[in-house]
Structure formats: structure tokens, C-alpha cells
């Protein structure tokens, strides 16, 4: 359907990833990166399909000429498939049935890659990447990927699923909002949204090809709803809805301002989480009490490769200026599982959140690991930098992180080059730290709730479908908070919670009731967490 037809009402609802309210123009994406094309008559869908095949080819010509032997090597296998018409037989015969050239080709290399990925044969499986490669590349030209804009400011992105790295290279400045029929209210994204205030709803059963491109939509993240092309009172319930939570969220924001207090007056230390120094510019740093959780990822996705060490000191030493002294927890490179760097982290894991990822992938590469630390040594000659160690699960891995941290330091110090030795703590995210957290000789722990409660309850924080498992107050996951808790108390030793709970009003109770005294949240979380915070009364918890 295209904007200038009038469609009826639609209204689906999901599950709240980031609340919070917006309107705006649809975009509809694909997964593979640009807009859907709305459905056209077959012969039409068929010529789109060879066009954006010899497009592609074009294309792997083109790049062909420009690399060395091996990369044309493998350019010249991803031709010679494009080229082999068996490959894209299936999808016409799809398309003459009346599917979308987008969907016929998807579903078509769908197919033949899930063949490669079955083989025995080690080659014939890492040709499956090949075939990626091929699907995504010839999709993206039917999506007009490469040559349409971005979608305009302010609007609502509507897909299957959407990757940090394209949330990250999106300006939400403008509002918008995000609204998917996979997705998970407790990934990497829901997490960005949140900090951004960027409402999204998940889980919604959505037929994507039925939606035009710029369709009135609104997002109404309190009741989990996306309504696209809304009649008039529909218009005027939402525009009230979103008065009163405004309302109330400024009534959120008078606590913003404050030290976080019990009701019975226990101090609370609450600092915020960073996934883009950016996010800082605008914010003043009396409303927190440090940064308890800078997600370095941030620098590692860009498509011109890698940070180099000055880029890095660059970002750090920013942030540690920024808070003027109080603490600024900075976590080294949690690359892998849904935080894919290309280049640096395996690319076909069965289970890659249990893969190689976090101090795993850091330790297999010490060229990188130690980069970053002598950024973030560097850094903390400028404040009170402390470094932070992510999915440490043996005592070894900190010692070893220690030792590159000595040798990153001796090197600075003999080159002359200003630096200091910052803290080195670890998450607790991985049950095994937690239940032998007094194993750990780390100078503070900080509990990655999202992670360690996916682990406890083994359930995919990416997985809508088991949701209702990823409960951060389930008692088995609160019980090893408490441990740790308890052990950081007894011997002095920080103890904070920077997952996504510690900024949830409903899981703040619980959490203080194990011991908790510092939390890091979101900064578009920390009235709402203080507000919390403040009803909650320590004395009269059991
Ligand atoms: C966590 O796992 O709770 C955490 C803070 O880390 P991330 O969400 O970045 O994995
Ligand atoms: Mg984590």
C-alpha cells in the first residue's frame, strides 16, 4: 500500500522494550539494512529481482578489481554464484506465485545457506557466509539500501529486528520510535533505547508487507501499542496519555536532581550508564554519582576498523573530565554474542552468548586489549578512572587482565607518557563469578543483572518468546545479588548492580532488600530509580 491510500486503523500490541511515547512517519526496514518495497504485480517483482542481481554483480566487479588475490578469490565464488541461475530459480518461481521479489529472494538464499551451515565439510559450511553476503548484498539493492536516505527524523522504524550498530548510526534527536515483530525487551537495543528515551515496543504480530512507507503511526510504550494511520479519537486518547505521563515524569525528574535517600534515609549511591560518550554533553554531572558502566563498544563498531590508542584516550579522558572526580567505570571491550564486531568476533557460534566474548575475546587478542588499556590508563591521569573487566568467570582471567594492566603501565611509564594505575574490578554476570565471587581478588564487582539473570534462568535476553523467564527478581538470581552483596560488605569492597534492573521501579525494592547500595541506571532512568528509591523503607524489610 502506498501513502495517499487510505488504510483502515491498524492496532497491534507488544511488549515494552523503552516506554514512552512518539508519532511519527513509518520506515519500514528489512533486516538486511534498508526500507521493504511495497508489493508490486510479479512481473514487475521478477525484473526488480534480475535488475538488483546485475546490480550486485556490477558491484562484485567492481570491488573485485580493487582488492588483492584472496579477496578476489572469494569475490569471484560469491559471481559465480550469482551468476548460476539455479540459485535464483526458486525465488522467481516465488515470485510468479505472487511473494515479493524482497521475500522470494530471502526465503531463496534462506534455503541454500541453511544446506552450506549442515554440510560436514568445514569448506562447504564457510561458504555459507558467502551466501550472507550475497543475500544481504542484492536485498539491500532491492530495499534501495544504497542509494535511498536514512529515514527521515522523527520516524518510526518498523522491522523484524534492528542491530545496536543501526541504532547507534540512527539521530533519535529528532524523536522517533521503534517498533518490531522479533526484538527483546532485554538486548543491547532495548538497552540504548532506553538510555536515549527512544520508546520501542517488541514482539508485535505484524504483517510488514501489508505497512506503506510513511504511514501516520504511534508508538504508546505504557500499553505496549503501535497504531498505524490512527483515526481521530484514537489520536486524542494517545495525545492525553502522553500529557499524564509527562506529568508524572516530571514529577520523576524533582528527584533527578538529588542524592538518592531511603525513605528511613539510607544513602544510595546512584551513578549512570554511558554507551556513548555523547550522551554526557548535555547532562549535568551533580545528578549522579559517577558513571558506574561505560560501554566501550561504542568505538569498536565503526566501519573505518579499529580504535587506535589516541581515538580511545581521547573518548575516556572526556568522560573522566566530565565527572569532575567521582568514580568513572569504564568497562573494556564486551565485543561478541549480540554485540558482533566484524573482523574481531567468531562469526558463526551456536551459542554465542556463551561463546568467545567479553575478557574471552580480550585475552585471545592482547594487541587489542592492551591498546585499550593504555587508553584507559592515560585517561585516569585525568580523573578518578577505574577499570572494569566484563563475563570474568575464573579468577585467572582477572589475574591475567592484571598482568597485561602491569605490562600496559610499565610501557607508558618508561616512554615518559602521563598515566595512573586505575582499579580493576569485574562484572558478576556469569554464575560461576558469582557463587565464587570470594575467589576474585577485584577491588570492586559491579552485578551485570542482564546477563547473569539469561545465564540463572537460561533464558536468551534476546528471545521475546521466553520472557517471562528473564525476570531479574526471580529468587535464585536475587539470592546470588545477596551473596555478593554480603561478600563485598564484609570485606569492603564495592559492590553495585549496573544492569538494566537497577533503573526498573518495580525490581528496586527487591534489590536494596540483597544488600544493594549502588546501582548504575540509565540516565533517562534516574529520577524514576530515585523516586523509587525514596518509597522504599530499609528498615522494614525482611
Ligand atoms: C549486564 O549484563 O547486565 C550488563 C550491564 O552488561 P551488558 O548489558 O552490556 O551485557
Ligand atoms: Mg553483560
Redesign the pocket.
Known amino acids: 500500500m502506498r501513502k495517499g491510500m487510505r488504510m483502515a486503523e491498524l492496532r497491534v500490541t507488544g511488549r515494552v522494550a523503552s516506554g514512552g511515547f512518539a508519532a511519527g512517519p513509518v520506515t519500514v526496514f528489512s533486516t538486511g539494512g534498508g526500507a521493504i518495497r511495497g508489493a508490486g504485480e510479479p512481473v514487475a517483482e521478477a525484473q526488480a529481482l534480475r535488475d538488483a542481481i546485475a546490480a550486485a554483480l556490477e558491484q562484485l566487479w567492481d570491488l573485485a578489481a580493487n582488492v588483492g588475490s584472496d579477496g578476489a578469490d572469494i569475490l569471484a565464488f560469491q559471481t559465480a554464484m550469482l551468476e548460476d541461475e539455479t540459485l535464483s530459480e526458486t525465488a522467481f518461481a516465488a515470485i510468479g506465485a505472487g511473494v515479493t521479489a524482497d521475500r522470494a529472494w530471502r526465503a531463496a538464499l534462506d534455503a541454500e545457506i541453511g544446506g552450506y551451515e549442515a554440510a560436514d565439510d568445514v569448506h562447504f559450511k564457510a561458504r555459507a557466509s558467502d551466501l550472507r553476503d550475497i543475500r544481504d548484498r542484492v536485498a539491500g539493492i532491492l530495499s534501495g539500501a544504497t542509494t535511498e536516505p536514512g529515514p527521515p527524523a522523527g520516524a518510526i522504524l518498523v522491522g523484524e529486528d534492528l542491530t545496536p550498530s543501526r541504532f547507534l548510526s540512527m539521530d533519535w534527536s529528532g524523536g522517533g520510535g521503534i517498533a518490531l515483530t522479533q526484538g527483546s525487551a532485554s538486548g ?1 537495543v532495548a ?1 540504548l533505547a532506553r538510555a536515549r528515551g527512544v520508546p520501542m515496543i517488541v514482539g508485535l504480530d505484524l504483517d510488514l508487507g501489508g505497512i506503506a512507507q510513511r504511514a501516520d503511526a504511534l508508538i504508546d510504550g505504557a500499553s505496549a501499542t503501535l497504531t498505524i494511520e490512527p483515526e481521530a479519537a484514537t489520536r486524542d486518547d494517545f495525545a492525553a496519555r502522553a500529557r499524564a505521563a509527562k506529568t508524572s515524569r516530571s514529577a520523576a525528574d524533582e528527584f533527578r536532581t538529588r542524592p538518592a535517600l531511603t525513605a528511613d534515609g539510607t544513602p544510595i549511591a546512584v551513578c549512570i550508564n554511558i554507551a556513548d560518550p555523547a550522551e554526557v554533553e548535555t547532562l549535568d554531572p551533580r545528578i549522579c554519582d559517577g558513571i558506574g ?1 561505560v ?1 566501550t563498544e561504542f568505538l569498536f563498531g565503526d566501519k573505518h576498523g579499529l580504535p587506535d590508542e589516541e581515538t580511545q584516550y581521547q573518548a575516556y579522558r572526556r568522560l573522566a573530565e566530565w565527572a569532575a572526580g567521582k568514580p568513572v567505570t569504564i568497562r573494556t571491550l ?1 565485543a561478541g554474542a549480540d554485540k558482533p564486531i566484524a573482523g574481531l568476533t567468531l562469526d558463526h557460534e551456536a551459542n554465542p552468548f556463551l561463546g568467545m566474548r567479553g575478557i574471552r575475546l580480550s585475552l585471545a587478542k592482547p594487541e587489542i586489549f592492551r591498546t585499550q588499556l593504555r587508553a584507559l590508563c592515560r585517561a585516569a591521569a585525568h580523573g578518578a578512572v577505574e577499570i572494569m573487566l566484563p563475563m570474568v568467570a575464573l579468577p585467572r582471567e582477572l589475574e591475567l587482565a592484571r598482568s597485561h594492566l602491569d605490562e600496559a603501565l610499565i610501557g607508558l611509564q618508561a616512554a615518559g607518557v602521563p598515566c595512573r594505575r586505575p582499579e580493576l574490578g569485574i562484572m558478576v ?1 556469569v554464575p560461576a563469578a558469582a557463587i565464587t565471587v570470594d575467589a576474585f581478588d577485584a577491588a570492586f564487582f559491579s552485578i ?4 547473569l539473570t539469561q545465564y540463572v534462568m537460561a533464558a536468551a535476553r534476546d528471545s521475546d518468546a521466553v520472557a517471562e523467564l528473564n525476570d531479574p527478581s526471580h529468587p535464585a538470581v536475587l539470592r546470588l545479588i545477596a551473596q555478593v552483596a554480603a561478600y563485598g560488605a564484609r570485606v569492603g569492597r564495592k559492590v553495585s548492580l ?2 538494566d534492573a537497577g533503573g526498573e521501579p518495580r525490581f528496586i525494592e527487591a534489590l536494596l532488600a540483597a544488600g544493594l547500595r549502588a546501582l548504575s541506571v540509565s540516565a533517562a532512568a534516574l529520577g524514576s530509580a530515585k523516586e523509587a528509591i525514596a518509597r522504599v523503607n530499609i528498615g522494614g524489610l525482611g
Open positions: 543491547h538497552t558502566l560501554r564486551d554476570e551485570g543483572s542482564n546477563d549496573c544492569g
